[in-house]
């Protein structure tokens, strides 16, 4: 589900980062990078992250820098910190990390 304002746009994630769901994820993350400026990924209902899903992260921000763009985390679920935390990349997305303790 993506929410829009004027150059920037909110990404909820909603289904599992996993190697399943990497392709259409990968369309889904450059396409929404490419109709604005600044794209906010909210991850807080991903479940389940493998390395396919940390490529995805990896890859959007990687080309949101090349085309002088910004990407947020703004939301994290445990599975994405537990990425993050274990390929020591939380300084590379530098976004303050969030997590829902309900």
Same mark, same amino acid.
């Given at each position: 589900?993506?929410? =829009? ?6 990404? $909820?994630?909603?289904?599992?980062? &996993?190697?399943?769901? +990497? ?8 396409? /929404?990078?490419?109709?604005?400026? @600044? ?6 209902? %991903? ?12 890859? &959007?921000?990687? @080309? ?5 763009? #910004? %990407?947020?985390? &703004? +939301?994290? =679920?445990? /599975? %994405? #910190? @537990? $990425? ?6 939380? =300084? ?8 829902? &303790?309900?």
């Amino acid at each position: 589900m993506a929410k =829009s304002k004027q150059g920037s746009k909110n990404l $909820i994630i909603e289904e599992d980062m &996993t190697i399943y769901n +990497a392709a259409a994820q990968k369309d889904q993350f450059l396409q /929404a990078l490419a109709a604005c400026n @600044e794209l906010d990924l909210d991850l807080l209902k %991903v479940n389940e992250m493998d390395s396919a899903g940390f490529q995805i992260l990896l890859l &959007t921000k990687r @080309e949101a820098i090349k085309a002088n763009k #910004t %990407v947020r985390l &703004t +939301a994290h =679920s445990k /599975a %994405v #910190t @537990e $990425i993050l935390d274990l390929f020591n990349m939380a =300084s590379y997305f530098g976004d303050p990390i969030w997590l829902d &303790t309900k």
